[in-house]
């Protein structure tokens, strides 16, 4: 026959439980804002390096596309 779990310690299981879920929710939010800062970071890149490539397709005179800038480079 199965025990039967006193009120307190189904009261003491639950607030276990909730200190746990409240501690992964906090990882989970400061995981969030890790990769929102690294998304914005690589944004900002994307933007830098499509900058250079436009100066450098303005200052080779034509529309060069990348597979061409990059033989040009190499």
């Known amino acids: 026959m199965p025990q039967a ?3 307190s310690d189904r009261h ?3 607030l276990a439980t909730q200190r746990e879920l409240l ?5 989970l939010q400061r995981e969030e804002q890790y ?5 914005r ?3 900002e890149q994307v933007r ?3 900058g250079l490539l436009q100066l450098l397709r303005r ?3 034509k529309p060069a596309g990348l597979s061409d800038i990059v033989r040009r480079l190499g």
């Not at 990769?35 to 998304?39: D, F, P, R, W």
């Open 35 to 39: 990769l929102t800062i690294k998304v």
């Open 48 to 50: 830098y390096y499509e």
């Open 12 to 14: 003491e299981t639950l």
């Open 59 to 61: 200052d080779w005179g």
């Open 5 to 7: 779990v006193s009120l």
């Open 41 to 43: 970071q690589a944004r």
């Open 23 to 27: 501690s992964e929710l906090l990882r």
